[in-house]
DNA sequence: GTTTTCCGTTTCGTATTTTCGAACGCCTGC
DNA sequence: GCAGGCGTTCGAAAATACGAAACGGAAAAC
């Protein structure tokens, strides 16, 4: 419509836009609804339907349209990208076990940190934490363990890029408060958050040395009435930082 | 090239090939080899990467493309998407643990079948056999036992889109044979394949039935050697055939 | 130190395609 | 049997994807 980048493909951001209209209206559609939330017409929707089915981004069912398998033929590779995947996971898996909770691996992207592994141990809550989730850094505990680990000015970058939304009351907004909140976490060694994302849990998180790979980070979420008990809290920062330091052991000898 | 099929935008198909390219070549790319290797020239190929490169589906780092871990997103979507992934996750672990091979749990989709989860026991072999990949259903156990699952006139459709293409001198690729084979593995309940994919491995396997949902099946992965060994393979079925009652029972009442 | 080569990036004109709107045909419900 | 909603096809017009060539910086060659 108005602004027309020079250098970007039209069809393509098209294509995508269609795609991400099928995972807003829940991960399955049809033409009519699309055609109702978007801007392109009904015929031109229709042909990169049409053309992303055939390549198995999309797959037709009983006259809905869903997203297909095909992502995650792409998605492993990304994911197994450095070698951090393979490595981390079994510690990701044993935190989970230990301490029943969810244990989660992230790695950041572009600004975002992005869910690379996720396990849920027996008393885990049931959450949106799942494998190639997004979010923005600033609103976890994993998220701030990574920032801790950039220099100031990477983190300045990524602030100008991806701002500082609010997710929840808790949810750091402040750029002073995120640098203070860095500090200490650098001192500590550990990441806290307590519902700055999701109402009810929190987390506690730490990043990964990982040498000349990408930066990777992982925690343990559980709800707020487990992480407020001082010494439940006290075992699982345990927990994670032992685990942080297998998974650096293991990288450098692997 | 020639061929401009009515329904189809051109554009978007030009991306995945770029994208498809990047994977061909290792999982990452420079632009002057990419251009190299396709039909579009350096600066089209150019303007689609910094159009992927905006969306997160493909990342620049120092000079090399690779592909973004956005695909994630929308493979976590697709995965997760009747739930078959969250009940059958914790038995394919299960399996991978006791018996310490690898173990699979594979979704047919577009007539292939594709792997939504696969752990690896202490004693695994490494393989190929990961998140995502997509292969012939009748070059594996996992897949001839998804295909026993369908009729077959659903058969006869998948071998005519998709072909029976060998992959080792075992491939099973006569259409009469595969019928032949589909048939005692509805008899015996279990479908095996020795070195039918991938020389010096073999695979256990049996479909799931998931009531109105998409097919899935699991299976086991071994070396040949401990394969061949009678009791050791009756012990894997015995495996297999166990978790996937056990998922069934949990599919019927989640 | 100079030249050459290589590679990513930009520009620009044109031909190809995408896009829209309308019309078609099918099915369902009224 | 009629109306409404849906996916699909068609053709014309506008938008843009594409190739060719040139630029500029860095690295390699001499």
Known sequence: MTRAK?????????????????KTLGGSATLAELADSLEP??????KHLVTLEDEGLVVEQDGEYRIGLRWLEF???A??????YEVAKPEVRRMAVETGELANLMIEEQGYGIYIHTTSGDQAV????RLGKRIHLHKTAIGKALLSSFDDNR???I??????????????TDREALFAE??????????????????????VGVPIDTGDRREAAISITAPINRLQSPGRKAQLIDTVQQAANVIEVNLVHG
């Open 6 to 22: 020079t250098n970007s493909v039209r069809a393509t951001q098209t294509s995508l836009t269609v795609l991400s209209e099928i």
């Open 41 to 46: 017409t009904k015929s031109t929707i229709y």
């Open 75 to 77: 998605g492993g590779i």
């Open 79 to 84: 994911q197994r990208y450095d070698g951090i």
């Open 126 to 129: 049931a959450l949106d934490t």
């Open 155 to 157: 983190v300045e970058e």
């Open 159 to 172: 602030i100008e890029t991806r701002g500082l939304p609010a997710e929840t009351e808790n949810t750091i």
């Open 182 to 203: 860095l500090e200490t976490i650098r001192e500590r060694g550990v990441a806290d958050d307590t519902e700055e994302r999701v109402d009810g849990t929190g987390c």
